[in-house]
């Protein structure tokens, strides 16, 4: 048995995945023949150049403060403490231990970073991130996170709406879905050049959203959290966040969005069809095969025994502003 010392801020993974599903996710990556190893600014600008170094203390990539709005009234929400937002995450690039992306992710280089935006639409074309990241108006989103492992955070993120952002690329009308895609470097990403690192996932990662979904005002490009440039675990420089759905739809460390007209693979449908789904709403109604989604447990502010256990909200607790997407459509056909 692997015995760790927890950092402080550092929870065991078993404390907050429920112990199920934890053990369930990884009894699909033991299926899959991988268990062995596994037990082993500017005036102008948004970013603030005021750091230089590449690295902060104790080996933590550098974060730049942002210029942006601040939520304003910020919702009746706890916010999970930044500790625990930045050091309990899923990135398996970087391995599959909730705290494996944190300690392997810091050298991963952000900047510059290029997007292509290309597809269906009439004005294709590459974007620096930094320059967006100076360019827009970027601001605050605090907003629930719930995982398909049954575990949630709140979250204040800084960005911008992707919606906003795709129609400066003019969609067509044959854009029906959006399809997004991370880094593929093997050489920066030990998970993309081994099964064992990155839990027999076929890399890049990638993610898909219905184009209705894409432009929703609650959906996100996100570069930032608690203020600063997001940390590599989190996705750095760009990553989506789509507040109503399972956690795994938020894709990281974003290279290219395709606007197409059919529906595009996913990677957690692509590698278990029958636990994942396309739409990945949160829905405690419909369980996942091998685990309950009717509650989560909660990372809060406090010590290891605060996890709090509560009840999971139909989409998330927005279903207010997006149920109507989903009118007519069987929730339990299309999870
Ligand atoms: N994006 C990439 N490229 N690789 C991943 O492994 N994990 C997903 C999602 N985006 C993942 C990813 C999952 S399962 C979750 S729950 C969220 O990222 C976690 O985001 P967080 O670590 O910022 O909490």
Known sequence: MLIKTKKSGELAESEITSENAYLSRRSLIKGLGLGGLLAAGTARAGVLDLLSSEEEGDGQAVRKPLQYRKQTPAPPLTLTPETKVTNHNNFYEFGTDKTDPAKNSQSLRVEPWTLTVEGEVERPGKVDVWELMSDTNLEERIYRMRCVEAWSMVIPWVGFELGKFLQRFAPTSRAKYVAFETLYD?????????????????????????????????????????????????????????????????????????????????????????????????????????????????????????????????FNGYGEQVASLYNNMDLRKHF
């Open 186 to 314: 093997p050489e920066q990403m030990p998970g993309q050049k081994s099964r064992y690192i990155g839990g027999g996932i076929h890399y890049p990662y990638v993610e898909g959203l219905r184009i209705d979904e894409a432009m929703h005002p609650l959906t996100l490009l996100s570069v930032g959290l608690y203020g600063k440039t997001l940390p590599p675990q989190n996705g750095a420089p760009i990553r989506l966040v789509v507040p109503w759905k399972y956690g795994f739809k938020g894709i990281k460390s974003i290279v290219k969005i395709k606007l197409v007209e059919k529906m595009p693979v996913n990677t957690w449908h692509q590698l278990a069809p029958r636990e994942y789904g396309f739409y990945a709403n949160v829905n405690p109604a419909v369980d996942h095969p091998r685990w309950s989604q009717a509650t989560e447990r909660f990372i809060g502010p406090g010590g290891l025994f605060s996890v709090k256990r509560q009840e999971t909200l139909p």
